[in-house]
């Protein structure tokens, strides 16, 4: 059955390129300038997604929400929101109007085909998965990609190297698992994903050349990154110079920022989410988007669950608070402070971390500019107020730093092969085979 997008939107210009745009994904769009002529023909019929500007020349689109929720069930379809105002006001005023999701303008066609995605995946009933060969031998996946190689595989999905035949180029391309599938929250959380990386667009952030529903599965394709993540490229060597940190810490801080700018928060910066093309300190690249939230989500997550990863979740959140953009620099602080040093954090369970987290200090050890080293503390204050307040902010700063070391070139990336620190003495090589190994990352 064809999915009827219907748009709301008096500005003709505007009106047939979200027309044209939802036309290329395939979906049904029926286009309306007024909010009257809207209302006549969706209060007995209502689409699967109402997409629908505030400012009407007979009215407001929230009336219009408003309106179309009384007449059907509240749980029928979705409706996306565009404005050229986005204060917290007036995203305040769409949700109470019963409005799903909020996009400003001016915004990107990947911005709205994603949201839309998004919305569509989350009001849809869940659908019966079909099966997909993944195994590269029955020719194209999604007659588009030649499968080449498994990259990874996680909760959700399995990411896999292939040949984009329509490009030319080798990507990333990520599918969503058949189980997962099956759960609206886990399509909700793969689509969240999509959007948020179709919503930035940086040097230093992970491209999407493509996303999708095909045979029954979801799907998107992305730069393909070679290089080394940065806890493999530290976890050779004891840390970097001071001058390779920064050259790090320039371009993450500037990508954190154009995320932030679109009330983007990563949730989960941390050296396993940092590519480095062709192990290049100053060539970083964010990737694995998974836990990323707009500032405006309502999102689906039991707000008693901590998102993140031990050990880079910064301590407010432990607390109850939500995690926002300035969590995202405390991390960041964490990330610096590993890379400098090499050091993980001690092998403790997550009740303790999350208690060493709450009640100490993050301690920086001494360094040779003493400069960078307050940046790098004021970075991990505990109280979030103390902190550096954007992105931004720690760009200017990076940019003011006076380094003596001018040598920020780094050795060759050496493959790692379980290291780390123990718990008695954290500046000393864990001993393979014999010291237990640290529990990094947590899913």
């Known amino acids: 059955m064809a999915t009827l997008v219907a748009v709301v939107e008096d ?18 769009v029926q286009p309306y300038a007024e909010l009257e002529e809207a209302l006549e023909f969706l ?14 020349p007979d009215g407001s689109g929230l009336e219009l929400i408003a309106r179309l929720r009384a007449f059907h069930s509240e749980n029928s379809f979705g409706i996306l929101v ?50 997909l060969d993944l195994s590269g031998e029955g020719g194209l996946l999604f007659d588009r990609y ?15 190297r292939a040949k984009d035949t329509k490009t030319g180029e080798i990507v990333a391309l990520k599918v969503l698992s058949e189980e997962q599938g099956r759960h609206e929250e886990h399509r909700y959380r793969f689509l969240r994903e999509t959007y948020a990386l179709s919503a930035v667009k940086h040097a230093n952030v992970v491209r999407v050349v ?6 029954g599965r979801l799907y998107y394709a992305m730069d393909c990154v070679e290089g080394v993540d940065l806890f493999m490229f530290v976890g050779g060597r004891n840390g970097v110079s001071e001058a390779g940190l920064v050259s790090l810490l320039k371009p993450v801080a500037s990508a954190l920022a154009a995320m932030h700018e679109r009330n983007l928060v990563h949730r ?38 901590i998102m993140g990863t031990p050990g880079y979740i910064p301590p407010e959140v432990y607390g109850g608070t939500e995690f926002g953009p300035v969590g995202d620099l405390f991390s960041l602080g964490m990330v610096a402070r590993f890379t400098l040093f090499g050091e993980l954090w001690p092998e403790l369970g997550a009740f303790d971390l999350m208690t060493r987290m709450i009640k100490q200090k993050v301690s920086v050890p001494p360094m040779g500019n ?20 954007s992105a931004a902010e720690v760009s200017t700063a990076l940019a003011d730093l006076q380094l003596d ?9 050496t493959p790692q092969r379980d290291s780390g620190y123990d718990t008695t003495q954290t500046m000393r090589r864990r001993r393979p085979g014999v010291d237990a190994p640290t529990s990094e990352e947590s899913e």
């Open 11 to 28: 500005d003709q210009e505007t009106r047939d390129l979200v027309c044209q745009l939802l036309r290329t994904r395939g979906y049904t």
């Open 43 to 56: 209060s007995d019929s209502p689409p699967d997604l109402l997409v629908t500007d505030i400012g009407l």
């Open 82 to 131: 565009l404005s050229g105002r986005d204060s917290e006001s007036d995203i305040l005023r769409v949700y109470a109007a019963g409005g799903d999701d909020f996009l400003s303008k001016p915004f990107s066609g990947d911005e709205l085909l994603a949201k839309c995605a998004v919305l569509l995946a989350r009001w849809r009933p869940p659908v019966e998965v079909a099966p």
């Open 146 to 160: 030649v499968r080449l190689s498994s990259l990874g595989q996680g909760a959700f999905g399995t990411v896999y």
């Open 210 to 215: 493509d996303f999708g529903l095909s045979e």
């Open 268 to 305: 989960d910066l941390k050296p396993r989410n940092i590519m480095l093309r062709a192990g290049r300190l100053d060539d970083p690249v964010l990737i694995d988007f998974g836990l990323t939230k707009q500032s405006t989500d309502r999102g689906v997550t039991d707000p008693r669950v």
């Open 370 to 389: 003493e400069q960078l080293r307050e940046l790098i503390l004021r970075l991990l204050e505990r109280d979030p107020k103390e902190r550096f307040q």
């Open 405 to 413: 070391d001018a040598d920020s070139q780094e050795l060759p990336p």
